[in-house]
């Protein structure tokens, strides 16, 4: 049974989730009118049916919301052409995507008016890659591995590469090698935030301690599922949570040291019972993996002050 448990640090919250949650919430409080979000405001089920408990109303299709109607997009962004179905049917939008996935739309965006091919590194069919591909669907093809690299054909224009922001930082190398070697000449931007890489690290100083690694997130949260497969790659048992109530108790047979992370959309408040179990279980030495210090935070929307006036 378990002694020791690793506290991964930082973990949890990134600053564009917390963005993303603080826009929602401040909206919910202040205006009286129905609060549409265009998908899931972040991949996390508790935050979801957090708000979902609140009036907040979720869709996947713009064509939910009423003409008119308030909407919030989530951090993950979305394809210019829903913003501008938006704008012809008057929403009042709330844009609350990540600066850091607006910043590959811009790059995206810009490297299609200059002429080139544009590689997304990305997982085909994430909220975050299909924004990211709407900035120029003719222009854009998704690749996942080294083996969609060689099925591209080769374009008559020059390359340009972007990625999704919360890939695997080791797979996403190996992708971009294969770029390197098939197109040498390609511009390569590697978009993988800050959050992404500090977490991942985290894990992999875990799991050189640990025998089994808990990673708390929802199983469409990109970032939470990376996590878990670093975990593994480094031979190290690991499980995907939602929380308390998805722990296996047989999973700590044999574990003498557990470490103890979450997504970058997790609220910290999901671990403490997680934590609390674990004590109760034995454990008397806790102790924090510490790689980072996050400082960074980003302002609420613009458009939201103008719209709780």
Known sequence: MPSTLLLAEPRGFCAGVVRAIDALDRLLNQVQEPVYVFHEIVHNRYVVDGFRARGAVFIDDISEAPDGALVVFSAHGVDPAIIKTAEQRELKVIDATCPLVTKVHLEAR?????GYKILLVGHDGHDEVLGTKGE??????VVDSAQDVQAISDP???VFVVTQTTLSVEDTLGTIEAIKDRFP???IRNDICYATT????????MAERADLVIVVGST?????VRLVEVAKSMGVRAQLVDGLNDINPDWYTDSEVVGLTAGASVPDELLDPIIE???????ENIEAVVVAEETVEFRLPLELSESTE
Do not use: F, H, I, W
């Open 110 to 114: 810009k490297a299609a008016k200059d």
């Open 136 to 141: 120029a669907p003719d222009r854009t093809s």
């Open 220 to 224: 469409n949260s990109s970032n939470s």
């Open 185 to 187: 000449d390609a511009e």
């Open 198 to 205: 500090n977490r991942q690290q985290a894990v992999k100083e």
């Open 156 to 158: 008559e224009d020059p």
């Open 277 to 283: 179990d674990l004590k109760m279980r034995g454990v």
